[in-house]
């Protein structure tokens, strides 16, 4: 009998732990204004969220639609965006067995895959001009490339552009060597495939050559095998690269300065919220200074202090000479409470700036039910973060595509029960359901002490 009455038991108290998370019981919210019919919307989350938020890790936000109902959202840390433009340039080029009827003053011309042109002219240095001069003629397979006209941009690969004496389908294998000062030669790859393939309608080329991250600034390409073509140009394939940051830099009011029983010099600070931070700069007003660092980090008040990065600052030199750092960067942390420590005495002219950046993140939900949608958040009682299942039920090609970021936020609300609230209060049913489940649990208590009393009777 008291088997049976532990499972009834269980079964409630399991009962209570799936029933969802009564929007009563969260302090805070933001109204979400839809734009557009779309299915799914995202929206950076805003400072208010990261400062009101109950939890580290933001658990305890949800999205609800104008009938009250949880919709499925998902939380996403942004990441770098990358942005590659590629552009090609063509590289004077000059055969080591026919130096004398090569000038060496060569034209080079600068073309960009959008379609853009420019042409200018350009000379070749010195050192070339003396190498190729009093270069000997030792094979007939050589070709010296100067790629000094394009130091310091990215090659990714060389690019050929050639000629045999009779028409056919080609392959042939070159070599590739690479050297700053045209004496010392480093390989860069010792065989490489080449093809040309007539297929009748068109002529399909394999005309490149990796670098394989090498930056020389001279390239000497040898044939390795026979007919040798004629060269008639090298273009060196080139990308830019540009790095796009979803980062917030937020300058501190305020900060406190303590020395600890170790001599250490401490500096803490609370950030307000549980910002995902990443990067800390310092602002100090202190010449030839040179400080070793600790930065700690907790969540809360009550937490051991946990390491999260160690560095040095520094403002020392001049001229050419000179040397500064006052930034350190790590993983994201989400912590509230942080510490600075330093051996270096710490003073109102060792650091008169703190600043920490911290990555946004991005909030995507499902448009199921009516509008408009409101955020809430700050739940104590909210145990685990909302499922993401139903994204990665989405196809690839869905999760890129589907998201609108037609969304208006308002102002944070506080606090929740100051709000009027969409369901009539006659119809609070997550209050029916407790006071219901607290009738059955009573019940049964009361039938469980009845029982037992009447079997101590019977056995008197």
Not at 390 to 401: E, G, H
């Amino acid at each position: 009998m008291k088997l049976e009455f532990l499972k009834h038991i269980m079964g409630v108290i399991l009962l209570l732990a799936l029933w969802p998370v009564s929007a009563a019981e969260f302090k805070h919210q933001i109204s979400l204004t839809v734009n557009d019919d779309a299915n799914a919307f995202v929206f950076d989350l805003p400072a208010a969220v990261y400062q009101n938020a109950y939890y580290p890790d933001l658990r305890d936000i949800r999205v609800f639609n104008v009938q009250a109902d949880q919709v499925p959202m998902r939380l996403v840390l942004q990441h770098d965006e990358v942005k590659q433009t590629f552009s090609a340039s063509t590289l004077p080029i000059f055969s080591l067995n026919q130096t004398l009827q090569i000038p060496i003053s060569t034209k080079q011309v600068k073309t960009s895959w959008s379609g853009d042109q420019q042409s200018y002219s350009v000379s070749t240095s010195n050192s070339v001009r003396n190498y190729v001069q009093n270069k000997e003629a030792v094979s007939l397979n050589t070709l010296l490339i100067d790629a000094s006209v394009i130091k310091g941009k990215k090659a990714l690969a060389l690019q050929l552009k050639w000629s045999f004496a009779s028409a056919g389908n080609r392959v042939f294998y070159v070599a590739l060597q690479g050297s700053h000062d045209l004496a010392n030669w480093q390989p860069v790859t010792n065989r490489h495939k080449l093809i040309e393939l007539n297929t009748g309608e068109r002529v399909v080329l394999e005309n490149r050559i990796p670098l394989q991250g090498s930056s020389y600034d001279y390239y000497q390409l040898r044939f390795l095998n026979q007919p040798i073509p004629e060269i008639q140009e090298v273009k060196a394939v080139m990308v830019n690269q540009a790095i796009t940051q979803p980062i917030q830099w937020t300058e501190l009011d305020s900060w406190q300065l303590r020395q600890t029983e170790n001599a250490d010099y401490v500096v803490e600070w609370d950030t307000g919220g549980y910002f995902p931070v990443e990067g800390l700069r310092l602002g100090f007003d202190y010449r030839n200074l040179m400080a070793d660092v600790q930065l700690y980090a907790r969540p809360s008040k009550e937490a051991h202090w946990q390491r999260v990065a160690n560095g040095s600052v520094y403002d020392i030199g001049d001229g050419d000479m000179a040397m500064f750092n006052n930034q350190l960067d790590f993983n994201p942390q989400r912590h509230r409470y942080w510490r600075l420590v330093s051996r270096s005495e710490i003073s109102s002219q060792w650091i008169n700036q703190i600043s920490f950046a911290w990555r946004q993140q991005q909030l995507q939900f499902l448009a199921q039910g009516d509008g408009p949608y409101v955020l809430k958040l700050g739940s104590q009682d909210t145990k685990s973060k909302a499922s993401n299942q139903w994204y990665k039920r989405l196809p690839q090609d869905m999760r890129q595509s589907m998201f609108s970021n037609a969304v208006t936020l308002g102002a944070m609300q506080q606090p929740l029960q100051e709000i009027k609230i969409e369901k009539p209060p006659g119809f609070n049913y997550s209050r029916w359901l407790f006071w219901g489940l607290l009738v059955i649990v009573l019940s049964l208590l009361l039938t469980m002490a009845t029982k037992l009393l009447k079997e101590v009777g019977d056995d008197e």
